[in-house]
């Protein structure tokens, strides 16, 4: 029978004996005055797991219990530790994690002062397995089991529902009495689940730096492919918990999801989300720093695991992220490549047509793109000058300037005459040719020309049009005239 003390610590652990032992080693060698058992809790283990535990029992003050729980999931591991569970506080540590020496007391002593506190979380820290990458900043620590938030304690609540993670949490055992336990229906994040109840039913936690431990991070978590799974199935299990539609706009949560509209089965305001996510992830990457481009693509992929897990858009239970992207016959870069691509165009047309000017690079009427809204208009246009005279006839024909008409032609001149120089000598120079080459196939009846000039022509423009052949202004680009 178990003896009733002050901290009971709750480990669920499957097929990692090693990491095991250095995890009970450090919480044996803790320094506190308190009553302490910990709780060990096998969940299906085929590897020497119950040998380590029992290696530890008997050769400690401490006492160290075994529990066999065959049922897969964190989830009735820790709930099989909390039953079992003596002591007026549970606290939660996992397999890989390695606790300071004053981690025991710290937490006994802050919920001894504070009363009106039900739980208290700490900063979990790296253990590198290998140097992590230079993109792999604090922006990238979720996927890590890592977090610290800075050097001073506050509280969480309702209010502010920051979520603690279960390797380095605890609660007052009345906690588990009053919402239940972890839920097995969440495979992953449910230490985010079981807090979403906690703050709804008005608990109030404490973080505090001073609990602090350390948690292995293998290298496989140090690749970028680990981190874009990870997002996905943490956006999948958001939705499961209804994150977002319970989350008001100052980040404090509902009592209960808001009724949205849905379009295409999921809540407007994601795909509201989703496109400026995928136009800020297009943004960075031209950028040289990957981390802020990696960011960008992690939070594209949370919100595609959240919209994907919707019941009206996966339809069936069985469906999931992947089946759903598979289902498009597309790789998933593809697919957010043409979306972007899709909305990009979408959404600059829209531009174009509420401020009524064309002027970005996929504009469907490039002809426009110089025209601006004042009553000044400039443009570029070629003339011939008749051999053997000073007369110009404007060169207007179409055979003259295909695939352009003369709005495009101009458009095209006047970004050649800044960028391209040598392409608006060729360009002039095949007017002329076509010009001749026509002429002289009997196909125009015009002179013949000494030369092609392009000029660039400036009206004021008259509300009828009057001066539309009398410009207020002219002036010589260039001059084309064959040897």
Same mark, same amino acid.
């Given at each position: 029978?178990?003896?009733?003390?002050?901290?009971?610590?709750?480990?669920?652990?499957?097929?990692?004996?090693?990491?095991?032992?250095?995890?009970?080693?450090?919480?044996?060698?803790?320094?506190?005055?308190?009553?302490?058992?910990?709780?060990?809790?096998?969940?299906?283990?085929?590897?020497?797991?119950?040998?380590?535990?029992?290696?530890?029992?008997?050769?400690?003050?401490?006492?160290?219990?075994?529990?066999?729980?065959?049922?897969?999931?964190?989830?009735?591991?820790?709930?099989?530790?909390?039953?079992?569970?003596?002591?007026?506080?549970?606290?939660?540590?996992?397999?890989?994690?390695?606790?300071?020496?004053?981690?025991?007391?710290?937490?006994?002593?802050?919920?001894?002062?504070?009363?009106?506190?039900?739980?208290?979380?700490?900063?979990?820290?790296?253990?590198?397995?290998?140097?992590?990458?230079?993109?792999?900043?604090?922006?990238?620590?979720?996927?890590?089991?890592?977090?610290?938030?800075?050097?001073?304690?506050?509280?969480?609540?309702?209010?502010?529902?920051?979520?603690?993670?279960?390797?380095?949490?605890?609660?007052?055992?009345?906690?588990?009495?009053?919402?239940?336990?972890?839920?097995?229906?969440?495979?992953?994040?449910?230490?985010?689940?079981?807090?979403?109840?906690?703050?709804?039913?008005?608990?109030?936690?404490?973080?505090?730096?001073?609990?602090?431990?350390?948690?292995?991070?293998?290298?496989?978590?140090?690749?970028? &492919?680990?981190?874009?799974?990870?997002?996905? @199935?943490?956006? %999948?299990?958001? $939705?499961? #918990?209804?994150? /977002?539609?319970?989350? +008001?706009?100052?980040?404090?949560?509902?009592?209960?999801?808001?009724?949205?509209?849905?379009?295409?089965?999921?809540?407007?305001?994601?795909?509201?989300?989703?496109?400026?996510?995928?136009?800020?992830? &297009?943004?960075?990457?031209?950028?040289?720093? @990957?981390?802020? %481009?990696?960011? $960008?693509? #992690?939070?594209? /992929?949370?919100?595609? +695991?959240?919209?994907?897990?919707?019941?009206?858009?996966?339809?069936?239970?069985?469906?999931?992220?992947?089946?759903?992207?598979?289902?498009?016959?597309?790789?998933?870069?593809?697919?957010?490549?043409?979306?972007?691509?899709?909305?990009?165009?979408?959404?600059?047309?829209?531009?174009?047509?509420?401020?009524?000017?064309?002027?970005?690079?996929?504009?469907?009427?490039?002809?426009?793109?110089?025209?601006?809204?004042?009553?000044?208009?400039?443009?570029?246009?070629?003339?011939?000058?008749?051999?053997?005279?000073?007369?110009?006839?404007?060169?207007?024909?179409?055979?003259?300037?295909?695939?352009?008409?003369?709005?495009?032609?101009?458009?095209?001149?006047?970004?050649?005459?800044?960028?391209?120089?040598?392409?608006?000598?060729?360009?002039?120079?095949?007017?002329?040719?076509?010009?001749?080459?026509?002429?002289?196939?009997?196909?125009?009846?015009?002179?013949?020309?000494?030369?092609?000039?392009?000029?660039?022509?400036?009206?004021?423009?008259?509300?009828?049009?009057?001066?539309?052949?009398?410009?207020?202004?002219?002036?010589?680009?260039?001059?084309?005239?064959?040897?």
């Amino acid at each position: 029978m178990t003896q009733p003390c002050d901290v009971s610590v709750v480990i669920s652990t499957r097929n990692r004996a090693e990491l095991l032992a250095r995890c009970l080693r450090s919480l044996l060698e803790s320094r506190t005055t308190v009553a302490l058992e910990i709780i060990v809790v096998d969940n299906g283990s085929t590897d020497g797991t119950r040998g380590v535990i029992e290696s530890f029992q008997g050769n400690s003050a401490i006492p160290v219990h075994y529990i066999w729980e065959p049922r897969q999931g964190v989830s009735h591991g820790r709930n099989a530790g909390i039953a079992r569970a003596a002591g007026r506080i549970i606290a939660f540590t996992d397999d890989d994690i390695v606790v300071s020496r004053g981690w025991v007391e710290e937490i006994h002593q802050l919920l001894e002062q504070r009363r009106d506190i039900d739980c208290i979380g700490g900063p979990v820290l790296p253990l590198w397995s290998d140097p992590p990458p230079h993109w792999l900043d604090s922006r990238h620590w979720s996927p890590l089991s890592v977090t610290d938030h800075g050097s001073r304690p506050f509280e969480i609540g309702s209010n502010h529902p920051l979520c603690l993670l279960t390797s380095n949490v605890a609660f007052r055992r009345g906690v588990f009495d009053r919402i239940g336990g972890f839920s097995p229906e969440f495979p992953r994040a449910q230490d985010h689940e079981l807090q979403m109840r906690f703050w709804l039913s008005g608990g109030r936690a404490l973080y505090s730096p001073g609990v602090v431990v350390h948690t292995a991070v293998p290298a496989e978590r140090l690749r970028v &492919g680990y981190h874009r799974q990870w997002h996905t @199935r943490n956006g %999948r299990m958001c $939705a499961r #918990m209804k994150l /977002r539609e319970r989350t +008001g706009p100052d980040g404090s949560l509902r009592p209960s999801p808001k009724g949205e509209r849905l379009v295409c089965g999921a809540p407007a305001f994601l795909w509201r989300e989703l496109s400026g996510a995928l136009f800020a992830w &297009g943004r960075s990457i031209p950028g040289r720093d @990957r981390g802020r %481009r990696l960011e $960008a693509e #992690m939070r594209v /992929r949370h919100l595609l +695991g959240y919209i994907l897990e919707q019941p009206h858009v996966r339809r069936s239970d069985g469906m999931t992220t992947a089946r759903a992207i598979a289902g498009t016959g597309m790789s998933p870069r593809r697919l957010v490549l043409a979306t972007l691509l899709t909305l990009g165009i979408v959404g600059g047309s829209a531009v174009d047509v509420v401020r009524d000017r064309e002027h970005w690079p996929f504009s469907q009427y490039p002809m426009f793109s110089n025209i601006d809204h004042s009553h000044d208009h400039r443009t570029l246009r070629l003339h011939g000058v008749v051999r053997n005279s000073a007369r110009e006839v404007p060169l207007t024909d179409f055979a003259y300037v295909e695939p352009f008409d003369q709005c495009r032609l101009s458009t095209a001149l006047s970004r050649m005459r800044v960028d391209r120089p040598a392409d608006l000598a060729a360009a002039v120079e095949d007017v002329y040719a076509r010009y001749e080459r026509r002429r002289k196939a009997g196909d125009h009846d015009g002179p013949p020309l000494q030369a092609v000039r392009l000029y660039r022509l400036q009206w004021t423009l008259q509300p009828d049009a009057g001066n539309a052949m009398e410009p207020d202004a002219r002036a010589l680009v260039y001059e084309h005239r064959p040897n």
